[in-house]
């Protein structure tokens, strides 16, 4: 699509601010996919009864879309190393967009499985390219800051599906709710195409001043589809001990994190006499705060990086000591018998372990050199495989839990209590993988967990 031409940017020796415009349009789209995600969660009993499905195949629909987005993220990444983010982010946008509106159509399972699956595919290119953007369009001082706004976003996106959807239900039908819901990713997709370009360098709105300070420091990428474009040095990606790091922060954290969108308001109910509508009302509070979290943790990060210098102090030691607070709060928890203070412990813990998002985010573009899109996606496919087997294992792990009289009398006659131990501990793994992470240059240059200086 030919694109009109945009305002030229001025000649001042003061930057530009096109890169925080690129903020704001990345984190559209987050929250768009989120919406879109999200809300068919709150649909899911609708949609099951209309059309005379069994729990067990609407478990099927939900919990696919988990396992496509998490091996989808590899190719989506090289997609966007290929083509560059202006032609996939858009088409990735279409995709999740028409996969939404495929669920109107939906007489049985097959459709609702087409669309989830297209769906997670779909989305799962989104943040691998936006890492990748972030690399080529923010300094390195700026790059916690916009991973904080694309975390926070996603927490936006989470949080008005459920009202939202609720409040669209109640007025018409859920075919109706979920052809409404492709819009915005349509519109989105046209929008950011026009705007849009792969480097800030080539963009009219974008002065030299702003393209020196986002050059200032930095390994210039190679331009997407040029041969500049090398294969990404698959086997010593799966040698390098940052990467193994990287990915288990990743995974830990993420598996800890799906507590909440999960499991978090059964616990409430089943071990602190919470009734369901108070529990809806208190999960959405770790959501809140887990936005509040990525948005002052970003900021902080690059203000520390900015004043100091420090890349280890920025980044990796922020995330450790938020995981490490978290991890106490979450357990902390356990101790308390009033149902409002557990929660606001709980709450606060998941303020602390948003503030490790956007160093984790910043850290894997700082360390991916020219293969950001393909590293962030490694990364975020240990995160999501995390998420899924942790959401499963819950049940498993309380009735073993429930059939050991030891085990049972620990965890003070409740294997929920023992279910809070465990997501706390989990935190307290993603700081320890924090601990042992070399913050070398590039995760292609050591090898092991004694190769290499450590900047800091």
Not at 61 to 90: H, N, T
Not at 421 to 426: A, K, R, S, Y
Request: proline content about 5%; hydrophobic content about 55%; overall charge neutral.
């Amino acid at each position: 699509m030919n694109s009109p031409e945009l305002p030229a940017a001025s000649s001042s020796t003061v930057p530009t601010r096109a890169r925080f415009t690129l903020s704001a349009w990345l984190a559209g789209s987050a929250a768009i996919a989120y919406l879109s995600r999200s809300c068919i969660v709150v649909a899911e009993k609708t949609i099951r009864l209309d059309l005379g499905l069994s729990e067990e195949q609407m478990g099927w629909v939900l919990g696919l879309f988990f396992w496509s987005y998490a091996f989808a993220q590899i190719p989506g990444g090289r997609l966007g190393e290929r083509f560059g983010s202006r032609r996939c982010l858009p088409a990735f946008a279409v995709l999740w967009s028409v996969a939404t509106a495929v669920f109107a159509l939906a007489t049985g399972t097959a459709l609702l499985l087409v669309g989830r699956v297209a769906s997670g595919v779909a989305q799962a290119g989104l943040f691998p390219c936006a890492a990748d953007t972030i690399s080529r369009w923010n300094a390195m001082t700026e790059r916690a800051m916009a991973s904080g706004m694309l975390a926070a976003a996603m927490q936006v996106g989470a949080i008005i599906a459920a009202p939202l959807t609720v409040m669209l239900l109640e007025v018409v039908s859920w075919r109706i709710v979920f052809a409404a819901y492709a819009v915005p990713g349509l519109l989105w997709a046209v929008g950011f195409h026009w705007w849009f370009r792969d480097r800030i360098e080539e963009h009219p709105a974008a002065n030299d001043a702003e393209v020196a300070l986002v050059q200032q420091g930095r390994e210039t990428p190679p331009t997407p589809g040029t041969a500049a474009d090398e294969p990404v040095p698959w086997s010593r990606l799966a040698m390098s001990w940052p990467m193994w790091m990287i990915c288990g922060q990743q995974f830990f954290r993420a598996a800890a994190y799906v507590w909440f969108a999960s499991w978090f308001a059964t616990y409430l109910q089943e071990t602190r006499g919470v009734s369901r509508e108070a529990s809806g009302w208190l999960t959405a509070l770790p959501l809140l705060t887990s936005m509040a979290g990525s948005l002052a943790s970003g900021g902080l990060s690059d203000w520390v990086l900015l004043r100091t210098g420090n890349r280890t102090l920025a980044r990796k030691w922020l995330a450790f000591a938020s995981l490490a607070i978290c991890s106490i709060l979450v357990l902390q928890a356990y101790f308390i018998a009033d149902a409002n203070l557990a929660t606001l412990s709980i709450g606060a813990g998941a303020f602390f372990a948003a503030c490790a998002g956007p160093a984790a985010y910043a850290m894997t573009i700082d360390m991916g050199g020219r293969h950001v899109a393909s590293v962030f996606a490694i990364m975020n496919m240990a995160g999501n495989l995390g998420a899924a087997l942790l959401a499963t294992v819950v049940p498993q792990f309380r009735r073993l839990v429930d059939e050991s009289p030891q085990l049972l009398r620990l965890s003070g006659g409740n294997s929920w209590n023992a279910v809070l131990v465990l997501f706390g501990v989990m935190y307290l793994l993603a700081a320890a993988c924090w601990l042992m992470l070399r913050t070398e240059e590039s995760v292609f240059k050591d090898d092991s967990p004694d190769g290499g200086p450590a900047d800091g």
